[in-house]
């Protein structure tokens, strides 16, 4: 069966540190990752993607993700945290497999940054 | 601004009645899913439309239902309603396999 684990409920980051968000992945055929961030009362946004090639994936806000296939995990990372980059993530999985374009997702981490 | 419209933003009304939420997706994306999120938890994927067909079903409670029309846009009736339901419902959007999926704003279910 598909499923993603975000192990973290939470994230505590002083800012300027680098954070990162765990996210590891279960499928039968090979993945499709995702990362989306939502701000309080707000829609998902999108914030980056791995579909194939290089392993380490840049997105918006300065945040990247690394790919490894062998440990299936999708971390989250971002050199220097922001305040401003509280809020809830949500990590995804699509099995390039499933003709259905079925995203299975993670139950999602709340990153605090204290100032 | 994600391109996928939700109407309407806020919705209130009492237990046992009915309603109905409406997402226009993203011009040209054939997938349609929605979501509830109530307070404090994750994502519950309910349903999701392509091109008009159901494609897959997850925890959707037997008093709602959706449908995806040929325009594309796609609804989602909520019937006797209960305290429980009150939740945010989001609608997303996506063209096809390996794009990710662009979410609306959301509509926010009181129910009272």
């Known amino acids: 069966a598909q499923s993603v684990a975000q192990p973290e409920d939470q994230v505590n980051v002083a800012e300027g540190n680098p954070l990162t968000v765990k996210c590891t992945y279960s499928v039968s055929g090979n993945p499709y990752l995702f990362w989306y961030v939502q701000y309080p009362n707000r829609g998902l946004q999108f914030l980056l993607k791995y579909i194939t090639g290089d392993n380490l994936v840049k997105g918006s806000y300065g945040f990247e993700a690394e790919f490894n296939k062998s440990q299936t995990s999708f971390h989250l990372k971002k050199p220097s945290a922001l305040v401003s980059d509280s809020a809830l993530y949500f990590c995804a999985v699509r099995d390039i497999e499933d003709s259905n374009y079925q995203l299975i997702w993670g139950a999602g981490t709340k990153l605090i940054i204290k100032p | 601004d994600s391109g996928v419209t939700q109407t309407p933003k806020h919705l209130i009304t009492a237990t046992g009645q009915r309603v109905t939420l409406r997402c226009s997706p993203r011009?040209?994306?054939?997938?349609v899913y929605w979501y509830q999120q109530s307070l404090d938890q994750g994502l519950q994927f309910l349903i999701q439309y392509y091109n008009g067909e159901e494609r897959a079903k997850g925890n959707i409670l037997e008093r709602f239902s959706a449908q995806q029309f040929p325009d594309l846009h796609s609804e989602l009736n909520l019937s006797s309603l209960e305290l429980g339901d009150s939740a945010l419902y989001f609608c997303?959007?996506?063209?096809?396999?390996?794009?990710?999926?662009?979410f609306g704003q959301g509509t926010r279910l009181t129910v009272v």
């Open positions: 011009s040209g994306d054939l997938s």
């Open positions: 997303a959007s996506s063209p096809g396999t390996n794009t990710e999926a662009f």
